[in-house]
């Protein structure tokens, strides 16, 4: 072989050996791909829409946690108790571009999003019992999205309500709401139950009263700029037959009184003074 020939080969055999280098270099570089953390690990009030209120139950996704597990949502944060088989609460923003058209009515189906080992309500854990299957965040909250329409139906977010509560004043409310999101404002929403008035098929506690607490802002306004002047409505309504003549600001109370019957502690992050001011009192204005 000439002179020529192997100073040749010998070039080509260098490139060859630098970009196999080179290639392994970037391999290193790159490395294996890490798996994401389940959504709740890197969870704090301050990077999620839906927690105005901060975390009222210091709710965490450990799942041995079972009272207090924490479900992290695209739309709607949730502290589900497995006890019960019920949310402790559920957090959630409502805006204008959130509301649309009525959409068909999905199923209600146990969420996929629970532990494994935890109870799965079903639909048929309610049938016969003479209760209805209540929504904390209402479906007509997400009419916009279907996908988000369907997270509402996961029974997560359902209480047992009677029929008096759910179709009348808890319903009023959650119109009345949406009708002041039409009227330009940014609605921030938790709601949750309490008490025991005994449980359906041996798996669902049945609350003795559903609350609420709602947020007006003006659109575009961020929750850090709640102050002593933000309407606030706070109601604890009783899960009660016979009240489905009683409008919904009959049960009007303090945010600080839903702390006394709950142990949550809502706007955690705020100025203590500034919590007394807005906990201690009860909306006046008119509907």
């Given amino acids: 072989m000439s002179?020529?020939?192997?100073?040749?080969?010998?070039?080509?055999l260098i490139a060859l050996y630098g970009a196999i280098l080179a290639f392994t270099a970037c391999q290193h570089v790159a490395?294996?791909?890490?798996?994401?953390?389940?959504?709740?690990?890197?969870?704090?009030?301050?990077?999620?829409?839906n927690t105005a209120f901060g975390n009222p139950s210091n709710a965490t996704d450990d799942p041995t946690n079972i009272e207090n597990y924490l479900i992290v949502g695209e739309g709607s944060v949730i502290s589900y108790n497995n006890s019960r088989g019920t949310p402790n609460w559920v957090s959630?923003?409502?805006?204008?571009?959130?509301?649309?058209?009525?959409?068909?009515r999905p199923e209600f189906q146990p969420d996929p999003r629970l532990p494994k080992g935890y109870r799965r309500v079903s639909y048929s854990d309610y049938s016969g019992s003479?209760?209805?299957?209540?929504?904390?965040?209402?479906?007509?909250?997400?009419?916009?999205?279907?996908?988000?329409?369907?997270?509402?139906?996961f029974m997560t977010n359902v209480v047992p309500q009677t029929e008096a509560l759910n179709q009348y004043p808890w319903n009023m409310l959650e119109m009345y709401v949406r009708s002041q999101v039409?009227?330009?404002?940014?609605?921030?929403?938790?709601?949750?139950?309490y008490g025991d008035k005994g449980r359906l098929k041996g798996k669902v506690t049945v609350p003795t009263n559903c609350w609420k607490i709602v947020v007006l802002l003006p659109n575009g306004t961020r929750p850090d700029q709640i102050d002593e002047r933000t309407r606030i409505i706070?109601?604890?309504?009783?899960?009660?037959?016979?009240?489905?003549?009683?409008?919904?600001?009959?049960?009007?109370?303090?945010?600080?009184?839903?702390?006394?019957?709950?142990?949550?502690?809502f706007f955690i992050a705020m100025p203590r003074e500034l919590q007394d001011k807005i906990e201690t009192r009860i909306e006046t204005r008119n509907r």
């Fill in 31 to 49: 490395g294996p791909e890490v798996p994401r953390a389940h959504p709740g690990s890197e969870f704090t009030p301050a990077n999620n829409k």
């Fill in 92 to 104: 959630w923003r409502t805006t204008k571009s959130d509301l649309g058209e009525k959409l068909e």
């Fill in 234 to 265: 706070a109601v604890d309504m009783p899960n009660n037959d016979g009240i489905e003549e009683e409008p919904w600001d009959k049960y009007k109370t303090t945010i600080r009184a839903i702390e006394e019957k709950t142990g949550l502690d």
């Fill in 3 to 12: 002179v020529d020939r192997v100073r040749n080969w010998a070039f080509v």
């Fill in 182 to 193: 039409w009227r330009g404002f940014d609605a921030y929403q938790i709601a949750g139950a």
């Fill in 130 to 153: 003479g209760f209805d299957r209540g929504h904390l965040l209402p479906s007509a909250d997400r009419f916009a999205e279907p996908r988000l329409n369907e997270e509402t139906f």
